[in-house]
């Protein structure tokens, strides 16, 4: 897939013993002796595993890019049915734990570009997870906000200033990292917002919203017939 050197597989067949010779910088030792071993018993299977391995290599991509940022990834959660059957819709992804907001996850899914062969897409959610059942550990997806696709959703403000993936020239398309970047810092700034928005609307509190004064990159939110409000200065 176009990317980093390390995410480039060069092939060869050893002339003498005729086995594959796969060289890939990125890639675990094992994942190659995978392969390996796959076109040596099931050369039918090889696409499969080298789309498996495309696919770690992205996630791995991934967890580099948010690496400077306040979020750690997740491997595995245990979650209530109805929870895993959420993310079992997404074939490939990335899950990533806010370090601030103990509640906030944010998932990166994977896809194929269905118009340039090779490329891999990313489509961001904000999902919040909750402690369902302390004895069992389980945990149950509470809510669940698609970044980038819904002008009228709260995290509309993503809309501005975003390049997606699918617009990049093939030179850019390293830019989907800054991307991730952007997407993680925004929510980092918004999440106390949305929190406290949710709140004052649960307990019947009339407020403004939360808006936004590009000139001094401030956030506002004022609470109706009262003379408080609450500021947040983003950082330039």
Not at 24 to 47: C, H, V, W, Y
Request: hydrophobic residues 40%; glycine residues 2%.
């Amino acid at each position: 897939m176009p990317g980093e050197i390390s995410e480039r597989l060069d092939v060869s067949i050893d002339p003498q013993t005729g086995e594959l010779m796969p060289l890939l910088a990125g890639a675990a030792e094992k994942d190659l002796d995978e392969m390996i071993e796959t076109f040596q018993r099931n050369p039918e299977n090889l696409s499969d595993v080298i789309n498996t391995l495309r696919y770690t290599l992205a996630k791995a991509r991934c967890v580099r890019a948010a690496s400077a940022h306040l979020v750690a990834p997740v491997e595995r959660l245990r979650l209530l049915p109805d929870s895993q059957q959420l993310l079992d819709a997404f074939p490939h992804y990335q899950l990533f734990k806010f370090s601030r907001y103990v509640t906030y996850f944010l998932l990166v899914e994977l896809y194929d570009d269905p118009e340039i062969h090779g490329r891999i897409c990313r489509q961001f959610h904000l999902l919040t997870i909750h402690l369902a059942d302390e004895k069992e550990d389980l945990y149950d997806i509470t809510s669940h906000v698609t970044l980038n696709s819904n002008p009228l959703d709260q995290f509309s403000e993503f809309q501005i200033g975003l390049k997606r993936v699918r617009d990049m020239q093939p030179a850019e398309w390293q830019d989907a990292d800054a991307e991730l970047s952007h997407v993680i810092a925004m929510c980092d700034l918004r999440i106390p917002f949305v929190t406290l928005s949710d709140t004052l609307r649960n307990a019947g509190i009339a407020f403004t919203g939360t808006v936004r004064q590009c000139q001094f990159l401030i956030d506002r939110l004022s609470i109706c017939s009262t003379r408080y409000t609450f500021l947040h200065r983003s950082s330039c």
